[in-house]
């Protein structure tokens, strides 16, 4: 049994003082406050002001501590493209032709290499789990590998050596554009058809699924999706840009969501990714069928994509998750924010989202997109997850130390510790490798 002294944690929808946790099998099985485990116990607690301070194994964390972070929407490869797509003005479009380019060099060694560094990057911002939106299957040249699943295979292998849960959403994409056939680096996305990729997928025991976007999978193929992922969490791109949105109704006489709700698409197991260029009715059939709507704000600016309505969705019924996506910046509490800030923006009005709200959105809500609804609260029986944060910080100095600290005020340079699964994943002073590792990766991969 391990033990934790938390000076400040958020607890039942609040930030409370002194909460002492008990962690046993990966699980909380006590959280409580101090008074309250000391009348329990019947023993004094040492002096609390120390760190590391520990009496038998009750350790202090000082400082103000949250429950793991979920980053729902993550492409891992993009991270070696960070600081080298802002040289020219470009477009969505334009990029993407950077980002094939880093696809198609990618090979499953190089490939762990590279998502071992990114997801360490993550797990240091307090991120305990991830969903890997992953469509680099095959070779380059579009042809199986040996086994046809060991691309995904290494992203679990790297997961794993980060100290990271992943839900592996093993990506659907048959098409370079509403009937157009794959072309170039995109061949290696490819199975097909819709059943050879249930077939590849079968092997995947655990794994999710997701549908690219309607521009890369057929109206024809999405009920073989559907019917392969039957409880599983099923993540699919909607609406991030307006050339997709005039395509599909151009192909189909529908917008994109329209066409995912006539092929039984959405749903409380199904993620919209960015869901940025709605209709009203758009919004009332995510509301409905309560899909959540997964934003990447900072992705989205990145990128220029626009700005999603975050808060009427929400209203109408869709729960709102985050994703760091293309990981232009790895920071989920930029991404809290962001949301907030954004409509602020787009409506010049403040105060559409509360601190608790978006802290609830990278949390519990998060997980629950990815399967995880045993994760995402500091509670007995839930995963035990643990982010720490400093509050000494001059970004975090002065702020309160309360949930606004953590959602307007922290980074993820502010994270002392991490805890995923009842273990230490990631103590402050981890960078300076992490750091070595994503330039050793990218240098490799690149040169």
């Keep these: 049994m391990t033990a934790y002294v938390l000076e400040r944690a958020w607890v039942e929808g609040a930030v409370r003082d002194e909460v002492y946790v008990e962690i046993e099998g990966g699980r909380f099985t006590y959280v409580t406050p101090v008074r309250e485990s000391r009348r329990r116990s019947g023993e004094a607690f040492p002096d609390l002001r120390g760190f590391p301070r520990t009496s038998g194994e009750t350790t202090r964390l000082p400082g103000l501590t949250i429950p793991g972070l979920a980053n729902c929407h993550s492409h891992a490869f993009h991270r070696a493209l960070r600081g080298r797509t802002q040289r020219e003005r470009g477009t969505f479009w334009t990029w ?52 046809p699943n060991e691309m995904g295979h290494a992203l679990r292998e790297a997961a794993h050596q980060a100290g990271l849960r992943i839900m592996l959403l093993d ?16 061949r290696r996305f490819s199975d097909g058809t819709a059943a050879a990729w249930a077939e590849r997928v ?29 409880g599983r969490p ?22 994109p969501t329209q066409l995912l709700a006539d092929h039984g698409v959405l749903g409380p197991m199904t993620s919209a990714v960015h869901a940025t260029h709605l209709t009203d009715d758009d919004v009332h059939h995510l509301g409905s069928t309560r899909t959540h709507a997964c934003f990447c704000p900072t992705t989205e600016r990145d990128l220029g994509d ?25 920071d989920l509490f930029e991404e809290m924010r962001a949301v907030e800030l954004d409509e602020r923006l787009a409506t010049r009005e403040r105060g559409h989202w509360s601190a608790a709200e978006l802290l609830a959105a990278a ?14 609260a500091i509670a007995v029986g839930q995963r035990a997850d643990l982010v720490t944060l400093d509050t000494t910080t001059p970004r975090t100095a002065g702020t309160g130390r309360d949930e606004h600290t953590a959602v307007f005020a922290s980074s993820a340079a502010d994270v002392v510790q991490v805890v995923a699964d009842g273990q230490v994943v990631y103590r402050r002073g981890d960078d300076e490798q992490i750091g070595r590792e994503l ?5 490799r991969l690149l040169s």
């Design 202 to 230: 079968a092997d995947l025991r655990g794994a999710g699924a997701a549908i690219h976007s309607v521009r890369a999978v057929p109206d024809d193929q999405l009920r073989t999706i559907v019917e392969a992922s039957n």
């Design 363 to 376: 949390t519990s809500n998060g997980h629950a997109s990815l399967g995880y609804s045993d994760a995402g």
């Design 96 to 147: 993407r032709e950077q980002m094939y380019a880093v696809a198609e060099r990618l090979d499953p060694e190089s490939y762990l290499a590279l998502a071992t560094a990114t997801y360490r990057e993550m797990v240091a911002g307090g991120v305990t789990a991830v969903g890997e939106f992953h469509y680099l299957h095959h070779q380059a040249d579009g042809t199986a590998y040996a086994d």
């Design 306 to 330: 626009g700005i999603g309505p975050s808060r009427a969705l929400s209203q109408a019924g869709s729960p709102l998750t985050l994703g760091s996506d293309s990981h232009a910046v790895i």
């Design 171 to 186: 990506t659907c994409y048959l098409s370079s554009g509403f009937g157009e056939p794959p072309q170039g680096v995109q």
């Design 234 to 255: 099923l993540h699919v791109h909607l609406s991030e840009q307006t050339k997709e949105n005039d395509d599909c109704v151009a192909a189909y006489g529908a917008t």
């Design 439 to 443: 330039d050793l990766a990218i240098g």
